[in-house]
Nanobody, 118 residues
């Protein structure tokens, strides 16, 4: 079992930036971020595999950057150019799938961190 703990959420004005972090209790080669806005289904945002290459949802491409520190088992999401529609609970996820991409149904999930853009 992998435990995931997110941090870094908060409130920011449109156009601002936030950096989310996720500390994992064990290594998995694929990690990602998903988000869920009130009244909406959870959607994949970004994922990164062991090769360090990220995959992104079209809605965040060019604004968000996913990265990972393998030595620390820590995942990051740098969010720039934030928009009100980015407001959601952001969840860290981890797994060892055959294919690592942002739309994967991850096995392990964190508790989430709230991001509010006004």
């Amino acid at each position: 079992h992998v435990q995931l703990v997110e941090s870094g959420g908060g409130s920011v004005q449109a156009g601002g930036s936030l950096r989310l972090s996720c500390a994992a209790s064990a290594y998995t080669y694929c990690m990602g971020w998903s988000r869920q806005a009130p009244g909406k289904e959870r959607e994949g945002v970004a994922a990164i595999g062991s090769d360090g290459r990220g995959s992104y949802a079209d809605s965040v491409k060019g604004r968000f950057t996913i990265s990972k520190d393998n030595a620390k088992n820590t995942l990051y999401l740098q969010m720039n150019g934030l928009k009100p529609e980015d407001t959601a609970m952001y969840y860290c996820a981890a797994d060892n799938p055959f294919i690592c991409w942002f739309g994967h149904s991850f096995k392990y999930w964190g508790q989430g961190t709230q991001v509010t853009v006004s």
